[in-house]
């Protein structure tokens, strides 16, 4: 049974720093990649920073230079390091892995709960 655990969300003020980590438990045959989406009230889910098997990374204009996205492979962990947050950072980050957990089996995209960061003054 996967599981993913996030944790370090809270209330920051603009210009603050948070980190979230997001821990899998489970038996995997590999894990391709993870890392982060988030959805604010009212938008559509989008990813924020993701992290390859091969520690390539990938982040979309809005968190570029903000944000930065590392893993741990013995642990199963994955970071996500919000420096310069802005109220518009403000949603529930999910974290994400895509992997599998038998080699006969095909990838699959495994999700948090999600955490909620609010960045308000």
């Known amino acids: 049974q996967v599981q993913l655990v996030e944790s370090g969300g809270g209330l920051v003020q603009p210009g603050g720093s948070l980190r979230l980590s997001c821990a899998a438990s489970g038996s995997f045959f590999n894990i391709n990649r993870m890392g982060w989406y988030r959805q604010a009230p009212g938008k559509e889910r989008e990813l924020v920073a993701v992290i390859t098997n091969l520690d390539r990374t990938n982040y979309p204009d809005s968190v570029k230079g903000r944000f930065t996205i590392s893993r741990d492979n013995a642990k199963n962990t994955v970071y996500l390091q919000m420096n310069s947050l802005k109220p518009e950072d403000t949603a529930v980050y999910y974290c994400?892995?895509?992997?599998?957990?038998?080699?006969?089996?095909?990838?699959?995209?495994?999700w948090g709960q999600g955490t909620q960061v609010t960045v308000s003054s």
């Open positions: 994400y892995l895509r992997g599998r957990t038998d080699w006969r089996l095909n990838e699959y995209d495994y």
